[in-house]
């Protein structure tokens, strides 16, 4: 055993030694509540109503949400929010099952919202009406916004569907919500009471990115927030990696780790990965790039790439840490011009979000200026060997878990939720296992154990799709899949996502996606050509010369 690793066992001893066990019954989390009566049926004008005494899905193929395949076709009553019966499509009878809406099911399938635990609501300027109409009608029906300032006032009246939102949980930092000084939040003694006093006052999410710095208050954090009845994540800061990599962010018992960061790194021949000399962390356009690189200084070693894929994803199962790979957000890093060309910038990309997106010294993560072939090259190799690691993570026991990390580097919140599935569907798993990811597992991480499924007693968060999201993602995409009929060999797009049912209210998903697009037009009106576009603009056609408006006659 090297000094140094001697010397990281001594932290984590020592930090769990400082930790007191805070008495569970102390912990306040609020949990996602069963109201089978609803106090009133509430109207969103055409966007979405409920919920309802008696809800009924009619003869609706199902997907659980847990890895199983689909089964049916059954009849689900919801009551208020919850799921109460689920019974076998009588064909002799098909309307044995009577409610005060029914939702007609014929070749339709249901399975569980999905819980897209982290993304950023940016600034001011995005709607957050644009944000959570995006993520309902793609699916999402749970969010983990990191911006929790800009949803505090907003708790009470999602959790009573006052307003039309997913669920919001909201990422914290280390010490949100609370009075304590700088130097009581970096006390490792002080750990458990400020985790109690922060999951007492509604804190569910800790997130310990400010930590990674220092090992003995990064362990003592997450022991603690567990401890008080809450999880832990964190973006490993590649500036840290040399004190906190993702083994030690396992060893030291943080719940979940999220992106890309600290995997490759644990696996190295040596403790640091090889920086350029003129290496400067805060130079993003560099930072990326080297982000990529060091999986190919872990890869191309075969000592290195048999610990990447081994012993550390042994460890990590060992440990219990959940995986959050959000890779939808970073895959503009390998073909930026695609990412520039997503045919639905036009009409669903708000306009301060793109700007945001333009390459950029000063914004955060708008760093594909001096981008290169080779850099994308880079990433191409980091998402083969990443998924690899990602597959190996989850066939030996691994919990996998969804977010995307949208608003970013060319991601539209929404879209992004589609293609993060098929994107660790690149992985290996199965698509059940990938819908899992999005569902079960996810509600499992963010300890809310009666979401996720369709099981009769757990809460109706539903969606209700035109095709099994099991034979093709896309399904889920507001514009469907292309698909042609058998018959007639024509062309048709599928529906999409009909209805998101979310608390028992039934969204109308086209309804929210026009609604989307007149705030999207709304932002660009005015808007003139940038640096990505001006080289595709359409001139209007000339006329001839001498040729009036008349045609000349």
Not at 279 to 289: A, D, G, K, T
Not at 318 to 345: C, F, K, S
Request: glycine content about 8%.
């Amino acid at each position: 055993m090297t000094a140094s690793s001697l010397c990281r066992l001594i932290t984590t001893a020592f930090a769990l030694a400082l930790l007191a066990s805070p008495d569970p019954a102390n912990a306040q989390l609020q949990k996602v509540e069963a109201k089978p009566v609803p106090s009133e049926t509430r109207q969103f004008g055409e966007l979405a109503e409920g919920p309802y005494a008696r809800l009924v899905l009619r003869n609706v193929m199902v997907i659980p949400g847990h890895g199983g395949p689909a089964r049916g076709p059954y009849d689900i009553l919801v009551t208020g929010n919850v799921i109460a019966e689920m019974a076998r499509h009588d064909r002799d009878e098909p309307e044995k099952m009577q409610g005060d809406r029914v939702i007609e099911g014929d070749n339709l399938y249901v399975m569980p919202g999905m819980l897209n635990l982290h993304l950023h609501l940016r600034g001011e300027e995005l709607p957050l009406d644009y944000i959570y109409y995006m993520q309902l009608a793609t699916g999402v029906t749970s969010i983990g916004p990191a911006e929790e300032q800009r949803v505090e006032d907003q708790l009470e009246a999602e959790r009573n569907n006052e307003i039309l939102a997913p669920r919001l949980f909201p990422i914290y930092r280390w010490g949100s919500n609370t009075d304590y000084s700088p130097e009581e939040l970096a006390d490792p003694g002080m750990a458990p009471e400020i985790a109690r006093e922060m999951i007492q006052n509604g804190v569910r999410q800790v997130y310990l990115n400010g930590l990674t710095w220092n090992p003995e208050m990064f362990g003592a954090a997450a022991k603690a927030v567990e401890a008080a009845g809450g999880i832990t994540a964190v973006h490993i800061q590649p500036s840290a990696t040399s004190q906190v990599n993702a083994l030690d962010a396992a060893r030291l018992g943080v719940t979940m780790i999220v992106h890309h960061y600290g995997y490759a790194e644990s696996a190295l021949n040596r403790q640091v990965q090889n920086y350029p000399v003129d290496y400067n962390f805060l130079n993003e356009n560099m930072r990326f790039r080297e982000a990529a690189q060091v999986w190919i200084e872990a890869g191309e070693n075969e000592e290195s790439r048999h610990r990447l894929l081994n012993t550390l994803v042994d460890s990590l199962v060992y440990y219990g840490v959940t995986m959050q790979p959000n890779r939808a957000t970073y895959e503009a890093n390998r073909d930026i011009i695609r990412a520039h060309g997503l045919p639905w910038h036009e009409k669903y990309t708000h306009q301060a979000l793109w700007d945001w997106h333009l390459p950029s010294a000063e914004n955060h993560a708008a760093f594909q200026y001096d981008w290169t072939s080779l850099d994308e090259y880079r990433w191409h190799y980091m998402y083969d060997l990443w998924g690899d690691l990602i597959y190996e993570f989850n066939k030996r026991g691994g919990r996998v878990a969804y977010g995307t990390d949208d608003n970013y580097q060319w991601s539209t919140g929404g879209f992004g939720n589609i293609r993060e599935l098929q994107l660790i569907l690149e992985s290996g798993m199965h698509p059940l296992e990938v819908l899992r990811t999005a569902t079960f597992n996810s509600a499992q991480t963010i300890l809310e154990p009666k979401l996720g499924m369709v099981q009769e007693g757990y809460i109706a968060d539903l969606l209700v799709v035109d095709g099994s999201p099991a034979e093709n993602f896309r399904y889920l995409y507001p514009f469907g899949a292309i698909k042609m009929d058998p018959d007639t060999r024509e062309m048709y797009r599928t529906k999409g996502i009909i209805h998101t049912i979310k608390d028992g209210v039934v969204m109308e998903n086209d309804k929210l996606m026009e609604e989307v697009a007149r705030i999207v037009a709304e932002s660009k009106r005015g808007v003139g050509p940038d640096i990505v576009t001006e080289p595709f603009k359409v001139d209007p056609p000339r006329r001839p010369i001498g040729e009036g408006r008349d045609g000349g006659r």
